[in-house]
């Protein structure tokens, strides 16, 4: 199983970002995907999560201004990010899990990718 995130960079606030998951060695289909992200100095903490049927949970520190989706043909997660704050500086890291039920806790998932920096500074 491999997870490949891609589209971190560097933003100013009240930017938008869109970050992409590419994995191989599962289906979306199978697996509870999440977006998790790491600040400087901090732990890992859980942003966005979506079932195999697609319902989706967020935390409430970026309710409605990411949003979470899947591309099952492309077999691709997103996270697009609008709004973007100083406070969402880190490392985004997409995850997957065996089972049904959505989850922003980080020890349930088992698949992990590398990360992708997320920078917001003006």
């Known amino acids: 199983v491999q997870l490949v995130e891609s589209g971190g960079g560097l933003v100013q606030p009240g930017g938008s970002l869109r970050l992409s998951c590419v994995a191989s060695?599962?289906?979306?289909?199978?697996?509870?995907m999440g977006w998790f992200r790491q600040p400087p100095g901090k732990e890992r903490e859980g942003v966005a999560s979506?079932?195999?049927?697609?319902?989706?949970v967020y935390a409430s520190s970026v309710q409605g201004r990411f949003t979470i989706s899947k591309d099952i043909a492309e077999n691709t997660l997103y996270l697009q990010m609008n709004s973007l704050k100083p406070e969402g500086t880190g490392i985004y890291y997409c995850?997957?899990?065996?089972?049904?039920?959505?989850?922003?806790?980080?020890?349930?998932?088992?698949?992990w990718g590398q990360g992708t920096q997320v920078t917001v500074s003006s």
């Open positions: 995850a997957a899990r065996s089972g049904y039920i959505y989850s922003l806790v980080e020890y349930v998932y088992k698949y």
């Open positions: 060695g599962i289906s979306l289909d199978d697996v509870v």
């Open positions: 979506v079932e195999r049927d697609g319902k989706i």
